[in-house]
């Protein structure tokens, strides 16, 4: 079993729809999350930090962590076609060096 | 602020041939990490050095090896080249602490004939 898994997709929404992108980890003691977005051939955009329980607005981003189901989330509210690219969920633990660890990415299409 | 830099964008190598990939992380990052990512992959981590000693090490082939040099930019060495390398590896940097954050560089793109 893959330490992080998402839905590979793609997930469709309309222009101005909330997106909702889901991850589940399976280390518990995973302490800092992320979430990238990546365009085809382009390097991985750091989007969102989330580090404890409960919600964490950025804008039209809304990150969502739930330590005891093991589960994190981004909300994109008002969804636009410039936001179609491939979001990949990370965690990372916070003792000593540990590298980060990424989900297979979940790709979201906002048609217009 | 500059980002990492990466050289070279794009790379075409043959068979048994070596490559050098190149990392100059953001200014002030302690650490570094690389990534490996194939077409419709995840990026899979390779190795990471912090404070010019090697941190971590992922699913790096014997083949390949790296270091960080005393500017903190790092160097990716890999040797007889199978058409399996063929990939996009990034490098990142952060500086280490409690809510550590991993920039990542525009990648280089390995083509193996």
């Known amino acids: 079993q893959k330490e992080v898994e998402q839905n590979s997709g793609p997930l469709s929404v309309p222009e101005g729809a909330i997106a909702s992108l889901n991850c589940t980890y399976s280390d518990r003691v995973s302490q800092s999350f992320f979430w990238y977005r990546q365009y085809s051939g382009k390097s991985p955009e750091l989007i969102m930090s989330?580090?404890?329980?409960g919600d964490k607005e950025d804008g039209r981003f809304t990150a969502q962590l739930n330590k005891a189901s093991q589960y994190v989330s981004l909300l994109i509210r008002d969804s636009q076609p410039s936001d179609s690219a491939t979001y990949l969920c990370a965690v990372k633990e916070n003792t000593g060096f540990q590298k980060l660890v990424f989900g297979t990415g979940t790709r979201l299409l906002v048609s217009p | 602020a500059a980002g990492v830099i990466q050289s070279p964008r794009h790379l075409i190598k043959e068979k048994r041939e070596t490559a050098t990939l190149k990392c100059y992380p953001i200014?002030?990052?302690?650490?570094v990490y690389w990534y490996q990512q194939g077409p419709g992959q995840d990026p899979q981590f390779l190795i990471s050095f912090y404070e010019k000693m090697q941190s971590d090490k992922g699913s790096i082939p014997d083949r390949f090896s790296a270091q960080q040099f005393s500017d903190y930019h790092s160097e990716l060495n890999m040797s007889s080249l199978e058409l399996g390398d063929s990939a996009l590896y990034f490098c990142?940097?952060?500086?280490?602490?409690?809510?550590?954050?991993?920039?990542f560089g525009s990648g280089t793109q390995l083509s193996v004939l």
């Open positions: 990142a940097s952060s500086f280490r602490g409690p809510n550590e954050k991993l920039f």
């Open positions: 989330i580090y404890s329980n």
């Open positions: 200014s002030r990052h302690d650490t």
